[in-house]
């Protein structure tokens, strides 16, 4: 599964950054408290989505640093799963990461590393990084994954569209080099890519496409591409509209699959559970049941909705 968590800092100021909103003496009033409620909230919603069957692995986005993603793994009931992380400090401003919490009794962790996105043309430009980390499965494959969280549209969707273009562009580049070493690799890409399916960035930067559209061998194929086999129209809402920027990416290798693991046919879902809801009284429905609207603090989920896949053992 994959999860935006929607700024989940700890409680403490980090004197290497000037970004220490979220404090006690901060802008957002960030008690020790909030941060609790913050940790039991993040381990309902795996929990609800799980339904007693906990993700062999779970990635995460807008994580400050490890003690968080300790503190959601080692101090909740998930704890008595032994998950282990995988997590490196990355260059963005406000000291958000992406993360990866697995399962050792059924991944053994073999590889992983930060891919840092650059803008050559602006070296004042800091965003996140995207994890990579590759695992052996007790049937003895290996999977590849990727964490992403790409640049936020702050500042205007087309103003900022480079910038995704970008983050597309180094995430292509290193599938394209792994699938040059290992022919046939299984891959599956999650995040959020502050962009749908259908915007450049993912569906001709990336080169993501709906599996009907007959992807070629070495192809990605997007898994979230049509919201009505989702179970859910989107991820996030802006205004009146859902959008899907949470999404599952993988490998054409994974997808059609006739040996070993795969993927498990139409298990793409967006997780609704109605407990991560509130009446949206300005446009209608509802919205999600933030952290925070502005400063002012609701002490509900995640600006986003987590997305998870089924990923099949072999017959």
């Not at 004197?15 to 940790?39: C, H, L, M, V």
């Not at 609800?48 to 101090?75: H, M, T, W, Y």
């Not at 992983?112 to 003895?140: H, K």
């Not at 970008?166 to 502050?194: C, E, I, Q, T, W």
């Amino acid at each position: 599964m994959f999860y935006n968590v929607e700024n989940f800092f700890d409680y403490e100021v980090d004197t290497t950054r000037g970004y220490n909103a979220f404090t006690p003496d901060g802008e957002q009033r960030w008690t020790i408290s909030r941060y609790y409620t913050k940790r039991n909230n993040v381990f309902k919603t795996i929990a609800a989505l799980s339904q007693g069957q906990f993700p062999a692995l779970i990635g995460f986005c807008e994580i400050e640093n490890e003690k968080v993603l300790d503190d959601i793994v080692k101090r909740t009931p998930l704890r008595r799963l032994n998950y282990k992380v995988v997590h490196y400090e990355s260059r963005d401003w406000r000291g958000i990461d992406v993360a990866i919490a697995y399962r050792p009794d059924l991944l053994t962790l073999v590889n992983s590393a930060p891919l840092t996105v650059r803008d050559v043309n602006d070296t004042s430009f800091r965003t996140r990084d995207i994890l990579y980390a590759a695992f052996e499965t007790l049937q003895g494959e290996l999977l590849h994954f990727y964490v992403n969280h790409w640049p936020s549209r702050y500042g205007g969707q087309i103003e900022s569209e480079s910038r995704r273009q970008l983050a597309a562009s180094v995430l292509r580049s290193h599938y394209d080099s792994l699938s040059a070493v290992m022919p046939g690799a299984k891959v599956l890409m999650m995040g959020d890519f502050n962009d749908t399916p259908s915007d450049p960035s993912v569906l001709k930067v990336l080169g993501a496409v709906a599996a009907e559209n007959k992807p070629e061998d070495n192809a990605l194929v997007q898994l979230f591409a049509n919201p009505a086999n989702l179970g859910f129209e989107g991820t996030l809402k802006h205004g009146h509209d859902w959008q899907i920027f949470d999404q599952m990416i993988i490998s054409a290798s994974l997808y059609d699959s006739e040996q070993g693991i795969h993927y498990c046919p139409g298990s793409a879902r967006i997780f609704h559970g109605d407990f991560l809801f509130e009446d949206d009284e300005r446009y209608l429905g509802k919205k999600l049941f933030r952290t925070y609207s502005g400063p002012n603090y609701i002490g509900g989920f995640s600006d986003h909705l987590p997305v998870y896949v089924d990923i099949c053992l072999p017959n």
